[in-house]
């Protein structure tokens, strides 16, 4: 009955803060998408709930199972980084209120569907003017952010669906930092519970852009530094424990990614990459599996997928100038790249299966389809500016011969 009662309750808050939420800022036709990013993205969490059903969801619901077995007597021993974090966050809800893993997949879904909505209104944010974007007739904005695996991947019990959503609210509140300076702390220490090495790519990454920013008062870049240099301080720690070495550098890493890559290297979606090129690690990495790799029915939808994004990538890339792109981009925009480039890189050479990759990527791959949109949204924005020049030079040839 709980269960039902806390279901309904949740179903009912979720509408009413996503409509006090996003109406004033986006209006009707934006309120309408956003109660629809909602209700497929928690669909989508029911289905990766019953495809992960018995895995490290059960797992993180269920704080440990039959093999990994933990003693939490209170709520507070459950706190740490990592898996600790999950189950500190999951306490409350599996252990106090003794609520089912179905409730759980709801309050995951219901909750991490908020990055969506996040991620929507970065857009609206970036893409003001009305500019239908378009390719083959077909929108893609806002319709990219339907993308089976996007929802897939960061609507379940667990990590993958914390992290994204962190991630996004960091990069909702970076647009502004005057405005979300409190946000962006707070989302940086998500993060941190949650994957520290996440947490240290993206200070990094905000960091070498807002420091270079000229536009940013300098007590910002003062404040902002000194929270950086502590953060740094703070995950560098946890950045070496979780990747098991004593300190960064190049023979550690190479011989991390070798381990890595073996450990991972088992199963049908196996993909042996030790020969390859590291250009072609970084492809693999982010745009396969694709047909030919598919092995299942799962594998073939995320190859549609790739094959879509690899298009609009090639397409976008030859139609745009993207290092134009780059230097005329907002901050956020370029925050965002910087972010992707670094994990894509640093992912690349340690994975060998595809399902592996497909839930990495997953972080971080939509900030590259941003990129590409705004890419793209400039580029029709310049066309259109030429025209209209061009059509107001034609009315005023036309009126100078009249008059004469």
């Not at 409730?103 to 893409?127: K, M, P, Q, R």
């Not at 914390?162 to 993060?191: E, N, P, Q, T, W």
């Not at 060998?352 to 997953?362: A, E, L």
Request: charged residues 15%; aromatic residues 22%.
């Amino acid at each position: 009955m709980l269960d039902i009662f806390f279901s309904i309750l949740l179903y009912i808050l979720s509408l009413v803060f996503i409509s006090e939420f996003v109406k004033p800022r986006t209006g009707v036709r934006g309120l309408n998408f956003s109660i629809l990013l909602y209700h497929y993205h928690v669909l989508m969490g029911f289905y990766y709930g019953w495809f992960a059903y018995g895995t490290d969801t059960s797992f993180y619901w269920n704080l440990g199972d039959k093999f990994r077995q933990f003693n939490f007597e209170s709520w507070f021993d459950a706190y740490g980084t990592h898996n600790y974090f999950v189950f500190f966050l999951n306490y409350p809800f599996s252990r106090v209120l003794g609520l089912d893993f179905w409730t759980g997949t709801f309050l995951y879904s219901s909750v991490s569907s908020w990055a969506f909505i996040l991620l929507f209104l970065i857009g609206e944010g970036f893409f003001k003017e009305k500019i239908k974007m378009r390719i083959l007739g077909i929108g893609i904005w806002p319709g990219i952010l339907l993308l089976p695996s996007l929802h897939f991947w960061s609507s379940g019990i667990g990590k993958d669906s914390l992290i994204f959503l962190f991630m996004v609210m960091f990069f909702y509140g970076i647009r502004d930092l005057r405005k979300y300076v409190v946000l962006v702390a707070i989302s940086s220490l998500l993060i941190y519970h949650v994957r520290p090495h996440m947490a240290f790519v993206i200070l990094f990454s905000a960091s070498m852009m807002l420091l270079l920013d000229s536009k940013l008062h300098f007590s910002y870049k003062i404040i902002f530094f000194t929270i950086a240099v502590f953060g740094f301080v703070l995950i560098y720690g946890e950045v070496l424990k979780f990747l098991k070495i004593d300190e960064l550098s190049t023979e550690n890493i190479d011989a991390l990614f070798n381990t890595t890559s073996g450990n991972l290297s088992y199963g049908r979606s196996f993909v042996d990459m030790s020969g390859y090129p590291y250009p072609l690690k970084v492809f693999t990495f982010l745009f396969r599996p694709l047909f030919f790799d598919a092995h299942n029915f799962s594998s073939f939808l995320n190859s549609i997928e790739n094959f879509i994004c690899l298009f609009l990538a090639i397409h976008i890339g030859m139609k745009t100038n993207l290092i134009k792109t780059y230097k005329n981009s907002p901050n956020a925009i370029k925050i965002m790249l910087i972010t992707f480039v670094i994990a894509s890189l640093a992912f690349a050479g340690s994975m060998s299966n595809f399902g592996i990759m497909v839930r990495m990527k997953n972080m971080t791959f939509i900030y590259f389809l941003f990129f590409l949109l705004f890419s793209y949204y400039s580029f029709l924005k310049e066309q259109k500016i030429k025209k209209i020049i061009r059509l107001m030079k034609i009315k005023e040839r036309l009126e100078l011969k009249s008059a004469t």
